[in-house]
């Protein structure tokens, strides 16, 4: 193991810390259902990663059921851990430190994935740093896998939407590790209006993949649903958008007759996508943004990636899809960030499931 000096137990980030060109971080993600490790070095290059899903578990439930989450993250943690280091050709001893997602997340699986890291760093003696998981989905856009060229890196000041779960937020970064969150949702999530009506229409858990899937054989002007755009605001709100959905598909259903699925999936998909892609583009524009960074799961959908393809004015960055949704490497590489600025986190800190992006 490189000889670093690492101070006390702090959750102070330290000033004036040279950076350490060669670190190498292991991350730990078990926020949700996606139990996962990842070794990622300098804060961008992939070395391994590794990711066990529970979707097809979950999907019998209509969700993910929490008990089951953390059942099978404590089966599938150090599994997971060992793969990872042996994809990357490393032992524990060769990792300088240890980022494990700290919240916000399921309380139950957070933990798993808390005290395995503390497990290891106890025995290892290496530092462990606790990490925001929305942070987390920003740092994706830094990776690049080892086997491929180095990718141009954003740059400050950024405009990051952040599309994870039950989180929407527009948020301004100056430099690293700095946040001014500017909206949010008021009420349903992006990604938890996807779900809920995925389940009106019909199509199943999860709703992400479900109605991008069925949207594709279906006409977004098909239904006129409404967009709540907030004037004045970079706030969100998806709930009157929903309640048209199930408006429009009680009427249909007092007809008769089987459900437009794919031009109702299509027509709602391209109001949240209009939406989303409406305010940030205007956001960047008003605070002079020199680039934008979109995150979070839903930043896999297609028709949002395409949308911010034709109408970006200025550069963008969306991770490839693979480091959309959750995973260790954008763990690992937001915990290289603070790692080399000096942070280092008591063995005792507890999961925050509610921990705001702007509280870090």
């Given at each position: 193991?490189?000889?670093i000096t ?14 350490v060109s ?11 259902d996606?139990?996962?490790?990842s070794i990622?070095?300098n804060?961008?290059i992939?070395l ?12 019998q439930?209509g969700?993910?059921?929490p008990?089951?989450?953390s ?7 150090y599994?997971i851990?060992?793969q990872?280091?042996q994809?990357?050709?490393m ?15 399921l309380?139950?699986s ?7 890291a ?5 025995a290892s ?6 990490i925001?998981?929305l942070?987390a989905?920003?740092?994706?856009a830094?990776l690049?896998?080892?086997t491929?060229?180095p ?14 779960g039950?989180h929407?937020?527009l ?10 969150r500017l ?5 349903d ?7 809920k009506?995925?389940r009106l229409?019909g199509?199943g858990?999860?709703g992400?993949?479900?109605i991008q899937?069925?949207s594709?054989?279906?006409n977004?002007l ?5 967009r709540a755009?907030?004037?004045?605001t970079?706030n969100?709100s998806?709930s009157?958008?929903k309640t ?8 249909l259903e007092?007809k008769?007759g089987s459900l437009?699925?794919?031009?109702l ?14 305010k ?17 799961g839903?930043s896999a959908?297609?028709s949002?990636?395409?949308s ?6 200025c550069?963008?960055?969306i991770p490839p899809?693979?480091?959309?949704t ?11 960030y603070?790692?080399v600025?000096?942070q280092?986190d ?10 705001p992006?702007?509280?870090?």
């Amino acid at each position: 193991m490189k000889d670093i000096t690492r101070p006390k137990e702090s959750t102070a980030i330290a000033e004036n810390i040279v950076p350490v060109s060669d670190a190498r971080i292991l991350g730990i993600e078990t926020s949700c259902d996606e139990t996962a490790a990842s070794i990622v070095e300098n804060g961008r290059i992939i070395l391994s990663s590794v990711v066990a899903s529970q979707v097809d578990l979950h999907a019998q439930y209509g969700g993910v059921f929490p008990e089951v989450a953390s059942r099978q993250h404590i089966l599938a943690i150090y599994p997971i851990i060992e793969q990872a280091l042996q994809q990357a050709h490393m032992t524990i001893s060769e990792v300088d430190a240890i980022a494990v997602t700290r919240g916000p997340g399921l309380a139950g699986s957070l933990v798993v994935g808390m005290n395995t890291a503390k497990g290891l760093a106890l025995a290892s003696g290496l530092p462990v740093i606790g990490i925001n998981h929305l942070e987390a989905h920003i740092y994706a856009a830094w990776l690049y896998p080892q086997t491929e060229t180095p990718k141009p890196e954003p740059q400050f000041p950024l405009l990051a939407l952040i599309v994870s779960g039950g989180h929407t937020e527009l948020v301004l970064m100056n430099d690293h590790l700095t946040y001014q969150r500017l909206g949010a949702t008021l009420d349903d999530a992006a990604g938890e209006a996807f779900d809920k009506v995925a389940r009106l229409i019909g199509l199943g858990y999860p709703g992400g993949p479900a109605i991008q899937k069925a949207s594709l054989g279906g006409n977004p002007l098909a239904f006129n649903f409404p967009r709540a755009w907030l004037e004045g605001t970079w706030n969100f709100s998806f709930s009157g958008l929903k309640t048209a959905v199930l408006r429009e598909v009680r009427k249909l259903e007092e007809k008769g007759g089987s459900l437009p699925e794919s031009d109702l999936a299509a027509s709602f998909q391209a109001a949240v996508v209009d939406v989303l892609v409406s305010k940030t583009m205007q956001a960047a524009r008003d605070l002079h943004a020199k680039e934008i960074l979109v995150a979070g799961g839903v930043s896999a959908n297609r028709s949002l990636r395409d949308s911010f393809q034709m109408r970006a004015s200025c550069p963008f960055h969306i991770p490839p899809i693979s480091l959309c949704t959750d995973n260790a490497a954008m763990v690992a590489g937001a915990g290289y960030y603070r790692f080399v600025k000096g942070q280092r986190d008591p063995l005792n800190m507890d999961v925050l499931p509610n921990w705001p992006l702007s509280e870090i």
